[in-house]
């Protein structure tokens, strides 16, 4: 049975080893991109891609080459990633418990306030910076290029929120 649990150990993380060479190599892809949202990302998904590298190595050998040390490591970065993801799962529904949205008569889409979402998270973003990120990244993008020469009955023809056409009208301003 022990050798056979190390086997699966050894196969489960041969297979996250195998899937993080992607995420890296997505991370290096976007390296040569000059986009503010390209840029937004590649940090992250390289730190990720090692992560999970790292992570599975430690496993892997530990489980198939009988390492007890590799195993340890293994366990307990597994353990705190398994708290990490629990705290973000509670925090991400302690700032958004409240704004679950009102529904509009006649349309596929709720309505979302401001006001029903946690002080953090209205502070975060009524930062200007953290628009600026975005706005930087829209525009890059060249989203707002085809919608130039929308017309408001265009918008009301797209099935768009009031929220979605006001961040465009408000891109179309700033361009």
Not at 29 to 45: D, E
Not at 93 to 114: A, C, D, N
Not at 139 to 167: E, H, R
Request: glycine content about 8%; hydrophobic content about 50%.
């Amino acid at each position: 049975m022990y050798r056979f649990s190390n086997t699966v150990i050894g196969f489960l993380n041969l297979l996250t080893l195998l899937a993080s060479i992607p995420i890296i190599g997505a991370g290096l892809w976007m390296a040569r991109s000059s986009t503010t949202c390209a840029n937004f990302l590649q940090t992250p998904l390289l730190v990720i891609g090692f992560i999970v590298l790292v992570i599975s190595l430690a496993g892997f050998i530990g489980a198939c080459f009988h390492v007890a040390c590799a195993l340890w490591f293994y366990l307990v970065i597994m353990l705190l990633l398994i708290v990490a993801l629990l705290g973000l799962t509670i925090f991400g529904f302690g700032v958004t418990s409240k704004g679950g949205g009102v529904e509009v008569p006649g349309r596929s889409y709720s309505e979302y306030h401001l006001t029903d979402y946690s002080p953090w998270l209205k502070k975060r973003i009524q930062d200007p910076r953290y628009w600026n990120t975005i706005k930087n990244c829209i525009l890059g993008s060249k989203t707002c290029d085809k919608l130039a020469s929308w017309t408001p009955l265009d918008y009301m023809q797209n099935d768009m929120s009031p929220l979605q056409v006001q961040i465009i009208i408000s891109f179309k301003l700033l361009a």
